[in-house]
């Protein structure tokens, strides 16, 4: 070639047949969209059936160990998403803001902590569940532990024939445990 020519080639490659998921799982009638026309875009629809069929698979994935999972919260921002996962036994979410730790708590992701009764453990404490028990007047010791956390510690004068209502809270740095007025913890158990 002389000096400055230029040496242009055309090469063509073969393509790869086209092959796409759609064409391996046949289409469902059942998920066809009534009114297509009528969606607002962009949209997602998600079939409940067919998340809970993923998150079973995927425990079994996991040997059915759903402390092995830790979804990042982001899949599952839609509460009814989180509701199934938390479900089947997921408590564990990667959360990158504080509002995403928000939301996943009060969907039910929240940290359990075990509660302790005179040095006693006596149950797992998680979001929307209670204990009740009674106990001879006197004092009465009560602790809450989550995992890595400070413990919660309180000590209360129970007197004969008064209800109490404590309360846990699970904050960055412990969990802390706090005595409500009556009229809150009735308030609150009724919900």
């Not at 796409?20 to 962009?42: K, N, Q, S």
Request: charged share 25%.
């Amino acid at each position: 070639m002389a000096a400055g020519s230029r040496f242009r080639a055309i090469i063509k490659g073969a393509m790869a047949a086209e092959r796409t998921i759609l064409r391996e799982f046949p289409w469902e009638e059942r998920y066809r969209v009534a009114g297509i026309e009528d969606v607002l875009t962009p949209a997602l629809l998600l079939y409940p059936e067919i998340v809970a069929s993923n998150i079973a698979r995927t425990l079994h994935l996991l040997d059915g160990d759903a402390n092995r999972w830790r979804p990042h919260f982001k899949t599952a921002k839609l509460m009814n998403t989180l509701r199934l996962l938390v479900e089947h036994g997921i408590r564990n979410f990667k959360c990158a803001t504080t509002l995403e730790l928000l939301v996943a708590c009060r969907g039910g992701a929240a940290l359990q902590a075990r509660l302790g009764v005179d040095s006693k453990w006596v149950g797992v404490n998680r979001p929307g569940n209670y204990f009740y028990f009674e106990l001879e007047p006197g004092p009465h010791y009560f602790c809450v532990e989550a995992v890595k956390m400070e413990r919660g510690v309180l000590s209360l004068i129970v007197e004969k024939g008064k209800t109490y209502f404590l309360q846990q809270e699970i904050t960055m740095t412990g969990t802390e445990l706090e005595i409500l007025d009556h009229d809150k913890g009735e308030h609150l158990v009724a919900k």
